[in-house]
């Protein structure tokens, strides 16, 4: 009977019910988001990586594994990998930030095409000029460039001589020279990429090279691959961290805010309530139950509207952001909106359950 | 004679405004036999209003014993007035006091939950229902029932639960002349079919007229009985 009594109060509200389930919702939602931003991107980056299709990473002793650095390893290195045994080709590139997380690689188109096999070009073809560049069909789409426009980076423009199906190493690529050039790193790339004749001498190989190069970050695709992963990242978890706890204050706030209105506006009725014989613990419990019910509401709109978010972020800027759903997180969502929405309605169900019975009959 | 279902000695009420103490009920002793229709009528101030929230448990007494249907209100926390509002007293407002949400037998089934019932009408009470003429509107919610239906269906769910006293508030204080007297018959038949014991709070000598006795009260006191 009461379950009735809350549901068809929320039901009475059904605009003030919306939205507040839907302020919720967006809560979730940005929680939602965030994560499969963090997790959509590095599974991004992660495929891209593995589309290099190199056996062995090596990245300079002072680069950490995911910076957007540019140049850190000499590139006399590359000669020094390639008379490694077992290394039948070296490719390296350089990173260069072209604003936000966006980042262009330089490259030696025949060092990586010899490395990873021919890019699958869907327009156009390899660099014929030094301010060339090759940009994926993601990218391509997303700013509506095609071959022959310009791309305006690093302080010049670049001619698009062709492009390619995405999906292997960067989104832009230019000629490794111009690069170094353009931002000042002459002689130096971000990263080594080896290929060895046969993948079973992997360990053989990172082991000879950790010999020669203890400092070194010399990874195996597989190892490279698994720090592709938000644990492995205790900036991104701590922003995460840092949202779910906003989360929680605005979920708060929103649910404070929402339950202190409705415990006003039925104050009569609580106080109706308490003449037919409700204790303070009932009239606790109804508002509880309200509350559970906007949590639930809105979660499930939270779920639903990162779904949009999901699909807005992959289709209008997947060459900047991408984003997966995340369904092993729906639970926790749940939990945090389930708390801060109980939070919110403590102080309003502690002053409906308080109010004076005789009070609340004659409120106007 | 019998033990009167309603037995009030020396009641003092004291409100405190401000600094200033207001002095509600001065002294009120009243006995009321079970099964009486009984009228406390006066005008605004004359301190019915506040009897009326002692003996339904709403507030407390400064000074003086209640005691309804064996129990001393005077002596009951906010946990023994909850529970005698459950099962002792049902209310009847000037206006109606109806859940805006629920329907008409919503409204009813509600009291009866919280005061423990479960499980469906019985069938006297559905009976009562067609009594009270209101046994046709009971999907309705208040909004879309005239001001006699609402008070009627009121009336049901202060029976509902079979309390030794009813409690009414200027029942007719916010009725037409003909709901009024509708309403009056029927706090009058009930009181006659079912012996339900009735305190009925007016301001209105025609109200008033319709029960077995009219106590009056003037600055907190009985003046006549």
């Excluded at chain 1, 190199?54 to 390639?82: E, F, N």
């Excluded at chain 1, 096999?117 to 030094?130: L, Y």
């Excluded at chain 1, 310009?150 to 000629?175: E, H, K």
């Excluded at chain 1, 359950?353 to 009959?361: G, M, P």
């Amino acid at each position: 009977m009461i379950n009735r009594l809350v549901f068809e109060n929320l039901r009475h509200r059904k605009l003030r019910t919306g939205l507040t389930a839907l302020s919720i919702g967006f809560q979730v939602t940005m929680i939602l988001t965030v994560v499969g931003l963090s997790r959509g991107m590095l599974q991004d980056s992660a495929n891209r990586a593995r589309g290099v299709g190199a056996d062995i990473w090596v990245k300079s002793p002072d680069a950490s594994i995911m910076s957007l650095s540019s140049g850190t390893l000499p590139q006399a290195m590359l000669d020094y990998y390639a008379r490694q045994p077992h290394v039948a080709h070296v490719a390296g590139s350089l990173m260069a930030v072209i604003g936000g997380v966006s980042t262009a690689s330089g490259i030696d188109f025949d060092q990586l095409t010899a490395l990873s096999g021919p890019f699958h070009f869907t327009e156009g073809g390899p660099f014929r000029g030094p301010n060339d560049v090759i940009i994926d069909t993601w990218y391509a789409e997303q700013n509506d460039k095609r071959v022959g426009g310009t791309v305006r980076m690093l302080n010049r423009d670049w001619r698009v001589c062709g492009i390619v199906q995405s999906g292997r190493l960067a989104r832009l690529f230019v000629p490794l020279a111009t690069l170094q050039d353009a931002t000042n790193n002459h002689g130096k790339v971000s990263q080594a990429f080896l290929k060895l004749d046969d993948r079973r001498n992997t360990n053989a190989v990172i082991a000879a090279l950790k010999a020669e190069q203890p400092d070194y970050k010399i990874y195996s695709i597989e190892e490279f691959l698994s720090q592709f992963s938000p644990e492995n990242l205790p900036m991104l978890r701590a922003f995460i961290y840092v949202i779910e706890g906003l989360s929680i204050v605005v979920g708060f706030l929103v649910v404070s805010l929402t339950m202190y209105t409705t415990v006003l506006e039925r104050t009569r009725e609580i106080g109706i309530l308490k003449a037919l014989g409700a204790a303070p613990a009932d009239i606790m419990g109804m508002l509880a139950r309200e509350t559970v019910l906007l949590a639930v509401g809105g979660w499930i709109a939270g779920i639903l509207l990162s779904f949009a978010a999901n699909f807005a972020i992959n289709h209008f800027v997947r060459a900047s952001l991408q984003s997966v759903i995340t369904p092993d997180w729906w639970p926790r969502v749940f939990a945090i909106a389930l708390v801060a929405s109980l939070l919110g309605a403590i102080y309003p169900g502690l002053r409906a359950a308080r109010q004076d019975a005789i009070e609340a009959l004659s409120y106007e | 004679m019998a033990e009167p279902i309603i037995r009030i000695r020396d009641l003092c009420k004291i409100y405190r405004l401000g600094d200033v103490d207001v002095h509600a009920l001065r002294g009120v002793s009243l006995d009321v036999p079970k099964g009486e229709f009984l009228a406390i009528a006066g005008p605004s101030g004359s301190g019915k209003s506040t009897l009326f929230h002692i003996l339904g448990g709403l507030t407390q007494p400064t000074s003086g014993s209640v005691v309804v249907d064996g129990e001393d209100l005077a002596q009951l926390g906010d946990t023994g007035r909850t529970r005698l509002r459950r099962n002792k007293v049902g209310f009847v407002f000037q206006r109606y006091n109806l859940l805006p949400t629920l329907t008409a037998l919503g409204n009813i089934e509600i009291a009866r939950y919280i005061s423990g019932h479960k499980g469906p009408l019985e069938k006297g009470f559905l009976e009562l229902l067609k009594l009270l003429k209101i046994d046709g509107r009971l999907d309705h919610k208040p909004r879309a029932l005239s001001g006699g239906e609402q008070q009627r269906v009121a009336i049901a769910r202060a029976l509902v639960n079979h309390p030794a006293i009813l409690l009414a508030d200027e029942p007719t204080g916010n009725l037409d002349t003909e709901n009024a007297l509708a309403v009056l018959d029927v706090l009058r038949d009930l009181n006659r079919r079912l012996g339900q014991t009735i305190l009925m709070i007016t301001h209105n000598p025609e109200a008033a007229a319709y029960a077995d006795r009219i106590a009056h009260m003037r600055d907190g006191r009985i003046l006549e009985d």
